[in-house]
């Protein structure tokens, strides 16, 4: 009697582990099949952010050719207003020495 129990009992212990070796090959496949998964999707975002960084890189490379046009037009700019400032100048001498030599004739009449 104890000898079929203890078979019984044998029996049931292998049909447990039986299952038990089932339910982690199981759970084996899915650790597998969810890494995958992450590695793709890894994969995928480092395609997207290499894709971000391309469009950035070429923006950065746009606002650097705008800035240098700006400082271009700047320079010509500053040497345009140099130049009316001399012109400027010059002009309100002429006026100063105009009014001077008015202003001694003036005199010279009184």
Same mark, same amino acid.
């Given at each position: 009697?104890?000898?079929?129990? @203890?078979?019984?009992?044998?029996?049931? !212990? *292998?049909?447990?582990?039986?299952? %038990?070796?089932?339910?982690?090959?199981?759970?084996?496949? =899915?650790?597998?099949?969810?890494?995958? *998964?992450?590695?793709?999707?890894?994969?995928?975002?480092? /395609? /997207? !952010?290499? &894709?971000?960084? =391309? /469009? +950035?890189?070429?923006?950065?490379?746009? @606002?650097?050719?705008?800035?240098?046009?700006?400082?271009?037009?700047?320079?010509?700019?500053? $040497? +345009?207003? +140099?130049?009316?400032?001399?012109? !400027?100048?010059?002009?309100?001498?002429?006026? +100063?020495?105009? $009014? %001077?030599?008015?202003?001694? =004739? *003036?005199? &010279?009449? *009184?």
């Amino acid at each position: 009697k104890e000898m079929v129990r @203890l078979q019984h009992s044998h029996s049931s !212990l *292998e049909q447990a582990l039986s299952h %038990s070796e089932e339910v982690c090959a199981m759970l084996e496949d =899915r650790v597998r099949h969810l890494q995958e *998964e992450e590695v793709q999707a890894q994969h995928i975002r480092a /395609e /997207e !952010l290499k &894709g971000t960084l =391309r /469009e +950035q890189s070429q923006r950065i490379a746009d @606002l650097t050719v705008n800035l240098r046009t700006i400082k271009t037009d700047n320079s010509a700019k500053e $040497e +345009q207003i +140099q130049s009316l400032t001399s012109a !400027l100048q010059k002009k309100n001498r002429d006026i +100063q020495s105009i $009014e %001077s030599s008015q202003q001694k =004739r *003036e005199v &010279g009449f *009184e």
